[in-house]
């Protein structure tokens, strides 16, 4: 079983467990961030477990608790990405006659791209996807705006 490959789960799984084993203080931060991008890296479940060889397995509550707090981090993040690329994105519509720069659209496509990337609540994507079509209709206007002047 040592030479079977495994999933971006199984390396979530022992990521979340090296976390639980730093909070207990069984690691410490260096070694954790160290172990940590070796999980990420690992093709094969042997890779894995000699990350973990030297520490206790996790109760069902000790995985249940760590996947919970990962999920609401995460949730977290792409609701705050959600609401930024909206922002950007959408709300420059109406400072368009004062502003007239590229800076908010890139941005709403931007944060709304990151979003979309997360894992994160149908509404949250639904935000983001407005914040990217918002950001990229202001690039869009903004480029035909410098060209229109600039041939005039």
Not at 40 to 47: D, F, P, Q, R, W
Not at 114 to 140: E, I, Y
């Amino acid at each position: 079983m040592n030479d079977i490959r495994v999933s971006h789960r199984d390396r979530e799984a022992v990521v979340v467990r090296l976390g639980v084993a730093a909070s207990e203080g069984r690691l410490t931060l260096a070694e954790f961030e160290d172990r940590s991008t070796h999980a990420y890296a690992a093709k094969t479940y042997g890779e894995l477990d000699v990350l973990v060889a030297d520490l206790p397995t996790l109760t069902r509550d000790q995985v249940g608790m760590a996947r919970d707090q990962a999920g609401m981090a995460r949730d977290r993040e792409g609701m705050a990405l959600s609401f930024l690329a909206l922002a950007a994105g959408v709300l420059w519509v109406p400072l368009w006659d004062y502003t007239r720069v590229l800076l908010p659209g890139v941005a709403g496509v931007v944060f709304g791209y990151f979003a979309l990337r997360a894992d994160t609540p149908l509404l949250c994507r639904a935000l983001a996807t407005l914040g990217v079509l918002g950001g990229s209709l202001c690039v869009a206007l903004q480029v035909a705006w410098v060209a229109y002047h600039i041939l005039d």
